[in-house]
Every structure is written in structure tokens, then in C-alpha cells.
């Protein structure tokens, strides 16, 4: 068991995410009766694994939060803010519970009953839970014996109820006669098979309680007629008077009926019982069931013809079905996909390797391989990918506790929550988000009372939405706040001497400036936003992941944060392309289209310009821009890529092909470039560097304007 | 050869437990995550047996139930629902429905295959 009391903490600890995320949907539309059913079912498995891998607690807990809830759903209560803050904080005991299973320190059991006080309150004048009473385990020693008629309707079958194998059951018992009535079978041509017609008597000698015979009916006793009535003590089957009595009036078509085995049995007791021998013992227990199913031949084979729907065995063409998903330790993943890193770089001298050999067998091999670990890389990938929903309950419980005690009403609300990113980055990228949201309620959305003279809802909305955009996932965080004060920016950073008081810089350029350290623009410190954490943490936390981040805002309707997050860390498909004796990789994601350009074409043209397929396209090229010899070869290639919704094309000497490459990082000596992401290992062992091609060309661009500043 | 039990339930430890028990038995497992996710097994593949669990998203036990009960190859095959002991009503709904018995949560390995037993062998 206590194997599976790990995952059971795990699985726990979703359902409570999973609790919380619905309980805090369930405030805003608290008549949402699906959302109340699947409260309760949080809380219901809660409650049942509970008690099933040993945090009694925590189940009897939930037990009563459920029976609240329960009230809800059959709408004898309402839900209420009082109700769900209650719940909430009852959902973060459990995460406690869950913890500490049922050894709780003592703040946490001060905690728990105050909890169970106040739960309990809600349901004070709601009837008390009826305890259903169980089977009392009162085992008397002395044997006794019981007449039993059970007469199920005729329709037990179609409950998948087999009664043979209650008169089975029965028979473990202890020792039973079982006598079945078949009279009311009707002829074969009017018999329905789906119908059950035979009744049964049985005489029963055991040392269990009549409540234990009961518990054998338990699942037909709405279905049935079940008399149970103790004939005496001790085991008439052993007299054997009784017993071929019971023989001698057996028929298939009659019942004997309680009364008549009552009489002998009570005319038995009351005569000493006959030195039986063990002759007839022996005859009769060939027909009373004794431990185990032979004495049930009789009744199967009666009773066969009406149960030709009794499960089969199943006979061949058995299939099997794997188990649809499991959980793995993450780190494992990681490991994993270290090894997939390093399975890529070694295939790629592989490849390289059996080029050179000219050996075709082995040629053949490696593409294979080469194949091979592509989909594993693919795949190994696909395991690491987590949506951005699993962020989102801590983001929707911050919101709504951070509004409550700012004052302010603020919503959050989601989009394309289902967009996957590597699990990696997500535990990341939760603490930015969550810094860009509290700021979001601190700075941005204003109180009631300011939004309503401001024209706007008095609830301000923030939305997060996700999507992917080429080989980058964007996650946005819109406000509908007061947005950025360009003005007090400017002043905020002059008095920091971040900026000299003459600068001048563009709108977007004074946003920017927030995420410069030792910024921050509240006036005055809360403790929400200013302990001193500004957005240039953010920026830095994003950049650890190749993550950037972009700010726009609109005096007095909002501010949008936009972070461009990679797919994925460690492995990306590229084309390796090679500029003079170097090689690079540009993201095969972000390439459009390769054209083969003459080289009078690329150089030295005025305004970088070249027609291909009919457009214009603007480009750079590259040995220029790396302080490169021109290159001597008439012809060249055009890479075009996608740069913020344009085409641009990257002039290199030659494309090489498609590459795997593995991103190692460059080290802290290049960490303030960023036009190179990170250099990969080739198959021969040189160095390639892997593009940023947006950052690239944001660079190229921006020295171009300045050329053009200081020319003009 | 193994019975084949179908076992539906959207909590993966109470489905692990289940299983891991039966399979000790010998009996064949196979899975469902919830109501919706079961059906998928009632493709014509003998099953003797389903356990399943009432309170589950998509399709809830009952709904599962009555599709069982629906098709010709399943209509007879007992079908145990799990559940706790506030829940008489729910009990009723599932009889009415066409399940053969219940079992009371928390269940031991024990009062599974006891319950088990009275409606399979």
C-alpha cells in the first residue's frame, strides 16, 4: 500500500490545484451547477483515496467539506463569499494534510479544528450524517441452522446478477442444502432466456450471524423476496432424520415451504437425535453444498438453459490495452533528455562519418539512425511539453487574494491556455508571470472608485493569453489599467540617473526603462510590488530561457506585456548554412524559403533590396555585416526568414542541409551578445553558431538607423 | 485464462490499487480514466466484469452504466460501482440503472474480491 501512497499525495495534490481552480471559477458564477458537481467530485475523491491510503484526517475533513457542498448541489444552500473563503482557506489546510498525513504539528491541529468548527456550522441544522450500521462483527460460536427462500424478480438478470453464485456464496457459509423450484419455468416455446424463474430454498448450518446471510443478498435485496429464519441450533443437516426428510421431499416443481421443514425440524429437536450413519451422511452431503462449488452441479445444470448470457470466458483474441498515461519523476524526463542531446550530437558524426566512408551499407544504417533519432527527439519532446493552464490556478488564487486586499475588483481571464512549452520553462517562467501580474493589480488596474470616474467598469480585467507564434510561444498579459505614465517614467529615471534630463527618447524606448535595474515606479512602496524586485528581475529570469520581453501601453486604457518564450531548451531543427569557413545554423522554424541569387545581385545594392518570386524583399548580407570578405563565387544563397510578420532574406555562401542542433550555451564570457543563441557540436567535431535571427536583424536594423542618424 | 475486468475510475491511485490487487488475482485489467474513456473497451473485447466509480468527469458511473447495459454483448456483465455510504440515493440511481452491486469506499483488498466474487467467478 504505502507504494501507492506517494502517488496518491500526488495525484492529491492536482486534485486540490484542481479544486482550487474550480472553487475560484465557481466566484464568479456561483449558480454554475457544473462547476458545483465538480467541486464535489474534487472533494469526493479527495475524501475517498483519503481514508484508502491511510490520511484518515484529511478524508474525514473533506468529509464534511463534501457534505456542505452536498447541500449546495441539492440546493439547500447557496454559495457565498463567506462559504468560499472558508473553502479556500479549507483547500490550503489540505495541501498541509496531505503533507503531514495524520500526524499533524500542533499549529496545524489548532488550525484543523477551527476548520472543522466552521464547516460543521454550515451543516448545524442539517440532519446528522446517518450512520449506516455495519455488520457487527459479533461472531457467535454456536452453530446454527437457517431456512432461506430467496424468489428474485424476474428481471435479475439484467442487473448482471448471477444468483448461482449467491447460493454459492451461501454455501461458503458454512454447510447449505440447496433445493431450487423450478415450477415456474413455462414451456420451451414460451420461455424467455432473459428472465430469471426459478426460486430457491435453502437450509443453511453455519456459524455466522443472520446479518452475514443477509450480506450475501445485499445486492439483490430490492430485487428479491428474502426470508431468512433460523430452525434451531446446532447443524440439523447431521441429523438424519432432517436430512432425509429433505431428500425425500425435494422436487423440482414444488416448494417444501417453511412450515414443513419448520415442523420436522422442531419435531427433530425435540425427539433425540438418531446415531445417524455415515452411510447417509455421506448420501447427503452429495447434495448439500459443503466449501467450495461442487455441490452447485445440480442447480447449473437445471438452470443452465436460462442463462445463456452468463459472462464467458473470454477465449482467444485477448487484447491488451496499456495503461493510457503515467506519471513520471520530472527529473527523469531531464535525464532523459540529456541523453537524447547527447544520442543527436553522436549520430551526427555518424552521419558525417559514414558520408566520408563511401561505404553504402553503413550509409544506409546511419540515415537509419539518423531517422530514428529525429522521432525520438520529437517524441522525448512531446514528453516534456506541459500546457500553460498548470500555471494558472496560482495565477487566478494571487489575483483574487491580492485584489481583496488592495480593495480593487480585478478578473483574470484566460486564453489558449492549452499551448504547450517545455516543463523546464514553465517552472521559469511561473515566478515572472506571476511579479508581471502583481504588478499588473498594483500599478495598473485602479480602484473601483477611480475606474468609475474613469469612465470603466468598476471590475477591471486582466487577460492572459497564449499562442504560438512560428517557433516561439508568446504569453501576453493585458491590463485595462491606467497604463504607463511616459512622462513620470522620464522623471523617475532622471532623478535615478538612469537617463541624462536632455535625452530624447521615443515612447517605447521610456517603457523599456522599467526593466532597467534599480527602476521601480511606484511613488509609494507597498508590499506587493516594491520590495524591491523591479521588472529588470523579470527580464533576467526570462532571459535564462531565451525568453524575451516586450511592453507597450495606452495612457488610460492598459498595458500589454508581451513574453516570446522558445518551444523547447535544449534541441532545435536548423539549416546549417556556411558564411566563408564558418558554419552556422539559422532555426529551420523560422525559415521561409532558400532562393540561389547571382552575386552582382546582393552586393553593393543601394537600398538591399532583391526581387524573388515576384516581391520585394529586403536583406542583408551577411559576410558584410560580420566584417567579412566579399565572397569570390558567382552565385550565392538567400535564406529568407520570418522576422516580425516580413520577410527578410540573410545572404550566405551555401545552405548545407537540415541539422539536429544541440544548443550548448557559449558561456558567461558572450552573455551580453545576442544575436548567437548558443553553438552546437557538429558531426566532425568544429563549432557551429545557431542564429537568432530576430535579434539579428533587430541588430542589423537598428545600426542601420544610426547610420542613417548620422549621415543625415 | 484470466477474466477480463474493466476498471473505471478518473483517480489514478484509486485505479492503481484496484488493479494491482486484481491483477494479483490473476485477472486481467484493463483501465478507463472516466465513463467516456471506458467505452472505448466495450469494442466487442469480452469483458466479465466492470468496477466503476459514480462521481467522474465526461461521463459519470451511472451514464457509463446505462451505456453498458445498452449494448447487446455487455447487457449481462456484472457491474460494481464504487461508492461511499452517504450516498443511498446515488445507490438506488445506480440499481436502477443496471448495476449488479456496489462496494463501499474505503475498501481493503479484501472486501473488493469478496464483493468481487459475489457477482463473477
Known amino acids: 500500500m504505502d507504494n501507492f501512497k506517494q502517488k496518491f499525495q500526488e495525484e492529491a495534490t492536482e486534485n486540490l490545484a484542481e479544486l482550487e481552480e474550480a472553487l475560484l471559477k465557481l466566484e464568479q458564477s456561483p449558480q454554475d451547477s457544473d462547476l458545483i458537481e465538480r467541486v464535489f467530485r474534487y472533494m469526493h475523491s479527495l475524501k475517498g483515496g483519503g481514508a484508502m491510503f491511510g490520511f484518515n484526517q484529511l478524508s474525514e475533513f473533506t468529509h464534511h467539506l463534501e457534505n456542505v457542498y452536498d447541500q449546495v448541489r441539492e440546493g439547500n444552500m447557496q454559495v457565498n463569499q463567506g462559504l468560499l473563503d472558508l473553502t479556500l482557506d479549507a483547500v490550503d489546510h489540505l495541501k498541509v494534510l496531505l503533507h503531514q498525513g495524520d500526524e499533524m504539528s500542533d499549529e496545524t491541529q489548532t488550525r484543523h479544528k477551527n476548520l472543522d468548527i466552521q464547516i460543521r456550522k454550515y451543516l448545524q441544522e442539517k440532519q446528522q450524517e446517518p450512520e449506516t450500521p455495519q455488520n457487527s462483527n459479533q461472531r457467535q460460536d454456536k452453530t446454527k441452522t437457517f431456512y432461506i427462500y430467496f424468489e428474485p424478480e424476474e428481471r435479475l438478470f439484467d442487473n448482471g446478477t448471477n444468483p448461482l453464485f449467491l447460493m454459492d456464496e451461501l454455501a461458503n457459509l458454512g454447510q447449505a442444502y440447496v433445493m431450487p423450484c423450478l415450477d415456474r419455468i413455462p414451456r420451451l416455446d414460451q420461455l424467455d432466456p432473459q428472465k430469471c424463474y426459478t426460486h430457491w430454498e435453502v437450509v443453511l448450518v453455519t456459524d455466522e450471524t443472520e446479518d452475514a446471510i443477509h450480506d450475501v443478498f445485499i445486492f439483490v435485496e430490492d430485487q428479491a423476496r428474502i426470508d431468512i429464519h433460523r430452525l434451531s441450533q446446532g447443524n440439523l443437516l447431521e441429523n438424519s432424520v432432517f436430512a432425509q426428510f429433505l431428500e425425500q421431499n425435494y422436487r423440482k416443481d414444488q416448494l417444501i415451504g417453511l412450515d414443513a421443514i419448520k415442523y420436522v425440524a422442531q419435531h427433530q429437536e425435540s425427539v433425540q437425535p438418531e446415531a445417524h450413519t455415515s452411510q447417509s451422511r455421506d448420501a447427503s452431503s452429495g447434495k448439500s453444498g459443503n466449501q467450495g462449488t461442487g455441490g452447485q452441479q445440480n442447480q447449473g445444470k437445471d438452470t443452465g438453459n436460462q442463462k445463456p448470457a452468463s459472462p464467458k470466458a473470454n477465449g482467444g483474441g485477448k487484447k491488451e490495452d496499456a495503461i493510457s498515461s503515467i506519471r513520471v519523476e520530472s527529473e527523469k524526463i531531464d535525464h532523459m533528455m540529456n541523453l537524447v542531446s547527447e544520442l543527436v550530437t553522436t549520430q551526427a558524426r555518424l552521419s558525417l562519418h559514414a558520408d566520408q566512408s563511401e561505404d553504402n551499407e553503413l550509409e544506409a544504417i546511419a540515415e537509419n539512425v539518423q531517422k530514428l533519432t529525429r522521432q525520438l527527439r520529437d517524441n522525448a519532446f512531446d514528453i516534456a511539453l506541459v500546457p500553460v493552464e498548470t500555471m494558472i490556478t496560482r495565477f487566478n488564487r494571487l489575483v483574487r487574494d491580492l485584489s481583496n486586499s488592495l480593495g480593487k475588483k480585478v478578473r483574470l481571464k484566460t486564453e489558449g491556455t492549452e499551448t504547450e512549452l517545455d516543463k523546464n520553462i514553465i517552472e521559469t517562467l511561473t515566478d515572472p508571470l506571476l511579479h508581471i501580474l502583481r504588478n499588473c493589480i498594483d500599478h495598473g488596474i485602479e480602484t473601483p472608485e477611480e475606474r468609475r470616474r474613469a469612465g470603466k467598469p468598476e471590475e477591471g480585467t486582466i487577460m492572459l493569453k497564449a499562442y504560438y507564434s512560428g517557433a516561439s510561444v508568446h504569453i501576453q498579459v493585458h491590463d485595462d489599467g491606467k497604463g504607463l505614465d511616459a512622462e513620470k517614467i522620464k522623471q523617475k529615471a532622471v532623478k535615478q540617473k538612469l537617463i541624462s534630463p536632455e535625452a530624447s527618447l521615443s515612447q517605447k524606448e521610456l517603457f523599456d526603462l522599467i526593466f532597467t535595474p534599480g527602476f521601480s515606479t511606484s511613488t509609494n512602496v507597498t508590499d506587493v510590488s516594491g520590495r524591491g524586485v523591479g521588472m529588470d528581475v523579470v527580464k533576467r529570469n526570462l532571459a535564462e530561457i531565451r525568453g524575451e520581453v516586450e511592453i507597450d501601453s495606452e495612457p488610460g486604457t492598459g498595458t500589454t506585456l508581451t513574453v516570446k518564450l522558445p518551444l523547447t531548451l535544449s534541441i532545435i531543427d536548423g539549416l546549417l548554412v556556411q558564411i566563408s569557413d564558418n558554419k552556422y545554423v539559422i532555426p529551420l522554424s523560422a525559415v521561409h524559403k532558400i532562393y540561389a541569387a547571382n552575386h552582382s545581385d546582393v552586393v553593393d545594392k543601394f537600398n538591399n533590396l532583391i526581387v524573388l518570386d515576384g516581391e520585394r524583399i529586403p536583406f542583408f548580407y551577411l559576410r558584410k555585416e560580420f566584417d567579412m570578405p566579399e565572397a569570390e563565387s558567382q552565385t550565392e544563397e538567400i535564406v529568407v526568414v520570418q522576422y516580425e510578420g516580413n520577410r527578410i532574406g540573410l545572404v550566405v555562401d551555401t545552405v548545407i542541409g537540415e541539422y539536429q542542433a544541440v544548443l550548448k550555451s557559449l558561456g558567461k564570457m558572450y552573455k551580453y551578445q545576442d544575436m548567437i543563441s548558443g553553438a552546437t557540436i557538429l558531426g566532425d567535431g568544429t563549432v557551429a553558431l545557431v542564429m537568432d535571427t530576430n535579434k539579428m536583424i533587430d541588430r542589423f536594423t537598428s545600426d542601420y538607423q544610426q547610420q542613417i542618424n548620422v549621415e543625415s | ?121
Open chain 2, 1 to 121: 485464462m484470466g477474466k477480463n475486468i474493466l476498471v473505471v475510475d478518473d483517480s489514478e491511485s484509486i485505479r492503481e490499487v484496484v488493479s494491482f490487487t486484481l491483477e494479483n488475482e490473476g485477472y486481467e485489467v484493463k483501465l478507463g480514466n472516466d465513463g467516456k474513456d471506458a467505452l472505448k473497451h466495450l469494442n466487442g473485447d469480452p469483458i466479465d466484469l466492470v468496477i466503476t466509480d459514480l462521481h467522474m468527469p465526461e461521463m459519470d458511473g451511472i451514464e457509463l452504466i446505462k451505456e453498458i447495459r445498452n449494448k447487446d454483448q455487455y447487457q449481462r456483465v456484472p457491474i460494481l460501482f464504487l461508492t461511499t455510504e452517504s450516498q443511498a440515493s446515488k445507490k438506488q440511481e445506480a440499481k436502477d440503472a443496471g448495476a449488479t452491486g456496489w462496494i463501499v469506499k474505503p475498501f481493503v483488498p479484501a472486501k473488493l474480491l469478496a464483493a468481487l466474487k459475489k457477482v463473477m467467478r
